[in-house]
């Protein structure tokens, strides 16, 4: 009897401190893993699940397109969420931060966090700037690339963009 107690309480214990161990790891938003120790990052092998599974959408860095001297950029979240910010080249070096999953949105700044519709392997979405709705209806181009039709129940407007990927930076 005492050596089945002994032998629980060792499992439990190495139970315990493999547990401890994990929760030393840091789950980074875009699927990487933050090691506290030394800072670095690997990424995650983690099974991406939810309404983007099986699309070949990245969720370790952002998508950008620019017109003009217009910066957009975009970041999506595998639970079917994709945070928008629009700025200009003077803000560029600050948008990247708004692209949090905890984003609320601010449209008076051009920040939305909406949800993501899939059917097939097309995604839409709508943004809600304070004068009206514009739709986005797009695909993955490749890897690195989506394409949308943006359309704008504001004015009419309607317009193709592509949105190039660009990946997290890992501290050094």
Partial sequence: MT???????IVLIVALGALLGAKQLHLLPGGSVEHPADGSTTPSTAVITGP???LSIRFDGHYRTESGD??????YFPEGRVVLINGTRELEADLHKFLIR??????SIGLHNVPVEVKGDSLFFVIHPEKGDIDFRGKVSSGSSLSFERYSHINGHRERMEYFFQPDSIPS
């Avoid at 050596?3 to 309480?9: E, F, G, N, S």
């Avoid at 905890?102 to 449209?107: A, M, N, V």
Wanted: overall charge positive.
């Fill in 3 to 9: 050596r089945t107690i002994k032998t629980v309480l």
């Fill in 70 to 75: 217009v910066i957009r950029l975009m970041r």
């Fill in 52 to 54: 983007l599974a099986g």
């Fill in 102 to 107: 905890e984003t609320k949105g601010d449209p």
